[in-house]
């Protein structure tokens, strides 16, 4: 295979992955192997790529094609969420924008137009997967409203329904206004906001016409739009400031209302004025008190969050432009005290970013606490382990303080509740309609019902109703609980995501495993940080500062972008991502590429042409380095230090391989390299390729493709990791010895920088203490030596240097200017003689050798025996030029 001059990620990339695809490389079906299972965080089904996705589906891959070569049978499968509210948003505004309100479609039009939407849009993303190289099977891809997943949320909702989990019930929720529906409490994220608070006066109700004094009370609020739902006004009974208003009544500024002033100790005497506004319909703590002391609740909003009728003059207008206009209108009727600016937490829509709204509202909701302790157990118990493990904490507070979900939200896309209501009043609950039929009529008595007399629930189910049996449901085990895929590959192995949704998402999923599994979903959680930018902002579309993958794939290489994201993203940890990383990537590429072209260019010798010493130890060296190397990377994934697991074979490749081996085997200008080199050099290259396929795998299977004629069919990634051989008894000493070497010839390398000796001019080397002579025809082959002598003194005019307390020197008497080398010397005794004085005195401290560790003090001593050996070495060196 002919390999071109420069490395063309645009022609390599579809090449190979049409290739994988062909050969069904990424399918998997259950055999004898063991499976390694990972379910792909299904995207929204109208999203597309962005650097999160690429962050996260870059260490899938990587994890999946590892357990492929590794002789698993990998699965990952990929899929798409539905999104209620964010598609449902699409297509009301696609709509709007041809002139059609949602308002005049029936449902099943309206259902018709987001289908269509949904088959134009939901495979984007999954395409531009492809382009990273995702090699997800296929053949497996869900959808969380395909048929088998819709009937397993059906099923699952029936089967807790009639477990007594699932209720109905007029409870106090969070509502988003823009998306006109209910939200869980997890959907809701808390911002820190600047305000006002609004001191209002509430007429006190004299306790008779004569004594009627013009008296008030003031209460603070940060919501004055919100006075019209005001059915009383609360104090502590403990408050001495407000005991006169106990048993009073006070009327509602604007609204004329009169109510009651209560009195419960939930009240806070310190803040504002000590009085309370009780707004039951608008506020959770508002809405208890209500409860508690039987209250009239008055909804003043409209689900789009406008003022209704008792708004009164403010019907129809928006809550915020309210609360500026009746700043004004209280003002002058001489009903506001005052205003101060006020910092609080404001809940948003964690879907459409807008305030959320407190509201009372019918809502069908599933009871937590009795299903979350199996899932707090696995993960306290380290069945399910959490990479990294600080995650735990924030898992156990959740599930410990777990509320019920409000599992019911107001829209028409998404799985449609299968609650069917009696014309009588009641309801039932059943999979199909059918169903729901035959039970109507027996709690009915009615016979004659039909299928015509009965509604259903317009809700549809939170689309995390759908996604937290994605681990089961994908395998259809809900439909099917003993088909052969869910008996083989459940439960799945990891499961990599962002914290940000370890409540909506991961925790559920953990709960409907044991639920309907009684095993755990999954065995590890690897979390993700989110992606931000230099400055260290989250990346978004609305600051503009979000890279578009599919810019930087086809600038740099999928490739050069995988490793990009992967060099500073440690588990948990936020990735300051910078494009840099990206180019880094790119030229790592190139290297490998050049590294390549470099080793094929070689003329090969004949058979029975001698192998150099010096590449016999460079092999040696190099196969006990990759051994040892393979070990870290091995322990490394255990323990899902996956970047740091890239950067051990990144360094392996292009410090030990490149730039250490290449140069010790490399043959002289224009002559062959020695067969038996140049087959191990290609058996090193293999090796490296497979290490590096899965963080790399489009350039590993070009270079592997070309490293021999291959077959067809044939392919790195269905080929094993190299595997680590602890039998080899000698790597240890073998790599010990070659650092050493690699010192001497730093040291060398720098004497000719700074004497400003060319390379081809030959040096001795003089060793004046114990040597390994086993190694000097490397030295000689990387530092152009004509000779290495041992002696027991050196020659005039040396320049001699330490390795260790092994002294060195190199002649130098004809290159040399003795005045500067005796001036770096004397000045190398002087900061070597303050060294050794600081070490003696820390020595000489009978608390340090007293109450340091043993190797801290044993490794004191050690400084001292160098530095007094480094100096003895330097004053014989200055003692000689000064001959």
Known sequence: MEIESKYDPSRVEKKWYDYWMKNGFFHSEPDSREPFTV????????????????????????????????????????????????????????LASEGIAKTDLSRDEFLRHAWDWTDKHGGIILEQLKKLGASCDWDRTCFTMDEKRSESVIKVFVDLYNKGLIYRGVRMVNWDPAAKTALSDEEVIYRE??????????????????????????????????????????INPNDPKNAHLKGRKVIVPIANREVPVIEDEYVDIEFGTGCLKVTPAHDINDYMLGEKYNLETVDVFNDDGTLNAHGMHYAGMDRFEVREKIETELENAGLMEKTETYANKVGFSERTHVPIEPKLSMQWFLEMERLAKPALDAVEDDIIRFYPAKFKNMYRHWMENIKDWCISRQLWWGHRIPAYYLP??????????????????????????TLADLRQDE????????SWLWPISVFDGINNPDNKDITYYYPTNDLITAPEIIFFWVARMIISGFEYRRLPCFYNVYFTGIVRDKLGRKMSKSLGNSPDPIELMDKYGADGVRMGMLLSSPAGNDLPFDEALCEQGRNFNNKIWNAFRLVKGWEIAPVEAPQPESAAIAICWFGAQLNRTIAKIDDLFTKYRISEALMEVYKLFRDDFSSWYLEAIKPAYQQPV?????EFTLKFFNSLLRLLHPFMPFITEELWHALIDRKPGESIMILNQPPYHAERQNDAQTLEDFDYVREVIANIRSIRLQKNIAQKEPLVLQALSNHNPDYDALLAKMTNLSAVEKTADKAPGSVSFLVGTREYAVPLSANIDAGEEIARLESEIEYTEGFLDSVI????????????????????????????????ALHESLAQLKK
């Open 674 to 678: 020695d067969r038996r080199t140049f």
């Open 424 to 449: 009588q009043g009641g309801y039932v609950v059943a999979d199909t309609p059918e169903k729901a039929l035959q039970l109507a009529r027996e709690k009915s008595a009615n016979h004659s019902l």
């Open 193 to 234: 906001q600047q305000g006002k608070l609004y001191y209002l006066r509430y007429r006190i109700v004299p306790t008779s016409p004569d004594s009627d004094d013009g008296a008030y009370l003031v209460v603070a609020t940060t919501r004055p739009e919100t006075i019209f739902g005001d059915t009383a006004v609360c």
């Open 39 to 94: 379910v792909i965080p299904p995207p929204n089904v109208t999203g597309v790529l962005h650097m999160g996705h690429m962050l996260n589906n870059t260490i899938q891959d990587i994890l999946v094609r590892r357990a492929r070569m590794m002789g698993k049978n990998a699965c990952w499968v990929p899929g798409t969420d539905h999104a209620s509210i964010a598609t449902e948003a699409k297509v009301v505004a696609k």
């Open 459 to 466: 809700d549809v189910l939170d689309t995390w109703f759908s």
């Open 841 to 872: 005195k820390k020595l000489g401290n009978k608390n340090f050798v007293a109450n340091a560790k043993p190797e801290v003090v044993a490794n004191e001593r050690k400084k001292q025996a160098d530095a007094q050996t480094k100096l003895h």
